[in-house]
């Protein structure tokens, strides 16, 4: 069973950073495609970033994060990570880490992915 655990959530100021983490035991975390996604109350599932399992970890990312984020994976950990720098009260949400294996890079919506974790809450004060 593909079983997905984020941590690393929690209340930081504007301006402040936070790190996520999420494990994957049991899953072959080399063939698969990492993504993060993000959803904030009353709005759908957003994509964050993405990191691909082939093509020495090619990274994707969302326009409005792009250069405040950053995602990495270390595959003998089985673990993918989200450095959020510079945080603002619009990217309280909570975060999602997702994973899947299919085709040569990672999608860019919640539909590409065939597993997710159950989240962690990012809340950014102003």
């Known amino acids: 069973q593909v079983q997905l655990v984020e941590s690393g959530g929690g209340l930081v100021q504007g301006g402040g950073s936070l790190r996520l983490s999420c494990a994957a035991p049991?899953?072959?975390?080399?063939?698969?495609?990492m993504g993060w996604f993000r959803q904030a109350p009353g709005k759908e599932r957003e994509f964050v970033a993405a990191i691909s399992w082939s093509g020495g970890g090619s990274t994707y990312y969302s326009d409005s994060m792009k250069g405040r984020f950053t995602i990495t994976r270390d595959n003998a950990k089985n673990s993918v990570y989200l450095q959020m720098n510079n945080l603002k009260p619009e990217d309280t949400a909570v975060y999602y880490c997702?994973?899947?294996?299919?085709?040569?890079?990672?999608?860019?919506?919640?539909?590409?992915?065939?597993?997710w974790g159950r989240g962690t809450q990012v809340t950014v004060s102003s």
């Open positions: 997702a994973a899947d294996r299919r085709g040569l890079a990672p999608a860019g919506t919640a539909m590409g992915y065939a597993y």
């Open positions: 049991g899953l072959t975390f080399s063939r698969y495609h």
